[in-house]
């Protein structure tokens, strides 16, 4: 896995954490991970496809997300199902929304999809082939922690490339 | 807690916000921003149409709109209204920065661009500079937060 993908993801998740919690973060620990995902917590799935391709998932208990739900709204939240939920969608979105613009500005396209929320007790399957960094953040809500699988796929850059090439 | 210069209308009335985003929470952190401007919120959205309607029934004096939304997205949204109120005033608010992203929301209408997490400091710089070519708002701060329904 190349570390130059995987970089853009931790910065932003660090600085999304930091910025929205108007707080120091840390990232505890980096490890790899050739298994099935087992969820911590609550956990938002993005798919990326396109120049690059995999996927980044980020991960929290659900006592983690409602502090960081409160945090957000300036009071305490009711907890609930649905506030973890949007939460931990909102999360997600901001470290991927961030990242993936640095990645779009150094010239790589691709499609981001909406998350996907898994709250069951099922595993969160990679694809067969990658490995993934598994990183743990640590807050001042508690830990969060980030499941990145990515690729190239050069096959696609360099269609489009020679496309392009063609074009002009 | 940083304090900041209320930001008022030329009338020194508070300045009126949609706030435009799917997420309760996002729409609550930037309500946060906004009361420690000294503005007033007009109303709230979820999805692009409803922003519409909540313009057409608020008269906003700003627009901050997310552009990932369900039902219609905010840069279609901005389409609309501009084309309605050629005057309207909207901040894009959101995640993705990309410059593709960010060009066809100011092609549109859209007048200024932040991204998310919104740190106050800049959201309060955009709506200043935002606000200096409204004729009917004051760009220029006169009192601190809170300090001018005294």
Request: hydrophobic content about 45%.
């Amino acid at each position: 896995m190349r570390m130059e993908l995987i970089q853009p993801f931790i910065n932003a998740a660090d600085a999304v954490f930091a910025e929205s919690l108007q707080s120091p973060t840390k990232i505890l620990d980096l490890s790899m991970d050739e298994n099935t995902y087992r969820r911590k917590g609550v956990a938002a799935l993005i798919a990326i496809k396109g120049d690059i391709e995999g996927r980044v998932i980020l991960d929290l208990s659900p006592e983690v997300a409602m502090k960081v739900a409160s945090h957000l709204a300036g009071e305490a939240v009711p907890s609930s199902d649905q506030v973890v939920r949007e939460t931990v969608c909102e999360l997600a979105n901001m470290v991927i929304g961030n990242s993936v613009t640095l990645l779009n500005d150094q010239g790589f396209r691709f499609k981001v999809f909406p998350p996907e929320i898994h709250m069951n007790e099922e595993g969160l399957s990679g694809s067969a082939d990658t490995e993934a960094m598994v990183i743990a953040i640590e807050t001042p809500c508690g830990q969060a922690y980030l499941n990145i699988s990515m690729h190239y796929l050069h096959r696609r850059r360099n269609e489009r490339d020679s496309a392009a090439m063609s074009v002009d | 807690m940083q304090q900041f210069a209320a930001l008022l209308r030329k009338d020194n009335q508070p300045v009126r916000y949609l706030v435009v985003d799917d997420s309760v929470f996002a729409r609550k952190n930037i309500i946060k921003m906004i009361e420690m401007f000294g503005g007033e919120v007009a109303g709230e959205a979820g999805d692009g149409l409803t922003a519409i309607a909540e313009f057409n029934r608020t008269k906003p004096d700003i627009v901050l709109m997310d552009i990932t939304m369900p039902q219609m997205e905010g840069i279609e949204a901005v389409e609309r209204i501009v084309r309605q109120h050629p005057d309207a005033r909207i901040v894009m608010v959101s995640s993705v920065g990309y410059q593709e992203n960010i060009l066809a929301a100011l092609q549109k209408g859209a007048k200024h661009f932040v991204q998310k997490p919104v740190k106050p400091e800049v959201l309060y710089e955009i709506l200043r500079y935002v606000l200096s070519d409204d004729p009917n708002a004051a760009g220029a701060p006169v009192a601190f937060a809170g300090e001018h329904r005294a």
